[in-house]
């Protein structure tokens, strides 16, 4: 080298060693701390991947979370409502026994009375105590709010679920395309017919025979139809020139069967003396709603309510009504949005919610009520304990299907949505030990070598010095 002032190959060497000794410390640095991508220069692209990945894996391990709180939620109200569930069985029993007065003395059905009202107490006590973290679950805390429910056009709403948007509320339009029915068969004439006749009257709730004498007027014949309806499910109607008899209940399930057993007695409508009802055509906000007779039930994947159409609105109309708040939510996504909120309605159990306003109420069959052992009304009172009974039935089974379908089947999808995202994000962002260990070992040879090349760089202006010799 015949040049001093510029060293050429040194400034190479030193090149050469800077751009090592960097890729040296970037395979020290991935191997400390495991990641390929400790900041936005070592992959931009990836980095955004990444940081991604690991917002909706928070989002997920938290989904999860409160799944498994909303579960715990859940089994605490059901483990309430099984409680009360079991208490409705004593009643059943105590209503029962009660009903055998021809072997009771009036001591008993006093005794009996007296475990009622302990009953209905403790029902009381567990629908206001049953609470999670201080928050009551079987009181109606949780019960779904309404406005706009017209008491002369549904009765007993139910709002089981609802999906209802931050600061906004649901219409529901019901809208009555067809009237529910009564089974219904008419006697066209004014008295039985020469010779009297023997008739059977059947309906949903059984059979009765009833002989009638030659002559006897159509409103004698009501009158002992009517006086056998509570075990018949059939009532009668004497009019003009005739004779109107009618299933006591509404919808195709509902029958009345008369037939002739002895003399004549002619009916018209049904087939062979048998007719049905018909259930009510319901359209809610103009899908089609499920009936049975006047009680009307819809299930979508944002609403699902019950309710009863109101006599003076079992005609083709419709009317409107709000759900303005109230649920249970649960944010079972990764993300905070309305299509991955799901929403429970938990009803108060009380006995003064526990019936309903056509049948009355559980609490009516405490000591001095309407429906108290010594009333007299015991059919009632067990028309009533059957609604309870089905109330709480249903709503377990509801709560049950919410934890074992909703919650237990999006937990299990989260599993495998986080375990994919996880290895999403280690493929993007961990450190392959394989590759950056040799990666490592290259790195030290190569910055070896520029260290041994660069030395001898410098030392070769020193050639120069012979020149001057």
Do not use: H, W
Not at 58 to 87: C, K, P
Not at 329 to 348: P, Q
């Amino acid at each position: 080298m015949s040049r001093i002032n510029t060293n050429v190959s040194s400034l190479i060497a030193q090149r050469v060693l800077a751009k090592n000794n960097s890729n040296l410390n970037t395979s020290l640095e991935r191997l400390s701390t495991g990641l390929r991508i400790n900041s936005g220069k070592d992959n931009p692209a990836g980095l955004i991947a990444s940081e991604n990945l690991r917002a909706e894996k928070a989002g997920i391990r938290q989904a999860i979370d409160n799944a498994s709180r909303a579960s715990n939620i859940v089994g605490t109200a059901e483990g309430g409502l099984s409680e009360v569930s079991s208490l409705l069985t004593e009643l059943q029993s105590l209503v029962s026994a009660s009903a055998n007065t021809g072997g009771l003395s009036s001591e008993e059905i006093d005794a009996n009375q007296l475990q009622v009202d302990s009953i209905l107490s403790t029902i009381n006590r567990i629908a206001g105590a049953t609470a999670f973290q201080g928050t009551k679950l079987l009181n109606g805390n949780y019960d779904y709010t309404t406005s706009g429910v017209g008491s002369t056009a549904i009765d007993n709403v139910r709002i089981n679920a609802a999906k209802i948007a931050e600061g906004a509320s649901i219409n529901v339009v019901v809208q009555v395309t067809a009237s529910a029915t009564l089974g219904q068969v008419s006697y066209g004439s004014t008295t039985v017919g020469a010779g009297g006749a023997t008739i059977e009257v059947a309906g949903n709730l059984g059979t009765q025979q009833l002989s009638f004498a030659s002559g006897t007027a159509i409103a004698d014949v009501a009158t002992a139809i009517n006086a056998v309806k509570a075990a018949t499910g059939v009532s009668a109607v004497a009019s003009g020139g005739g004779l109107t008899i009618n299933s006591t209940e509404f919808g195709s399930a509902q029958f009345v069967s008369v037939k002739a057993l002895a003399g004549s007695f002619a009916v018209t409508g049904g087939v062979s003396g048998k007719a049905f009802g018909n259930d009510a055509g319901v359209n809610i906000n103009g899908a089609q709603a499920q009936a049975a007779g006047r009680a009307i039930s819809y299930r979508s994947a944002g609403l699902d309510l019950e309710f009863d159409l109101d006599a003076t609105f079992n005609t083709p109309g419709s009317t409107t009504f709000s759900i303005t708040g109230g649920g249970a939510d649960f944010a079972l996504g990764s993300r905070v949005t309305e299509a991955e909120k799901e929403s429970l309605g938990i009803g108060s159990v009380s006995t003064g919610n526990l019936g309903d306003d056509t049948i009355g109420y559980l609490s009516s069959i405490g000591s001095g009520q309407g429906n108290s052992l010594n009333s007299q009304n015991l059919v009632t009172a067990q028309r009533i304990l059957d609604k309870a009974i089905k109330q709480v039935s249903e709503q377990r089974g509801r709560l049950g299907a919410f934890q074992k379908f909703t919650i237990g089947s999006t937990v299990n999808s989260l599993g495998v949505a986080l375990e994919n995202a996880s290895a999403a994000e280690s493929a993007i962002r961990d450190t392959d030990f394989a590759e950056e260990t040799a990666n490592l070992t290259r790195n030290q040879i190569l910055s070896q070598a520029a260290s041994s090349v660069l030395a001898q760089a410098n030392a070769s202006p020193q050639a120069a010095l012979q020149l001057l010799g």
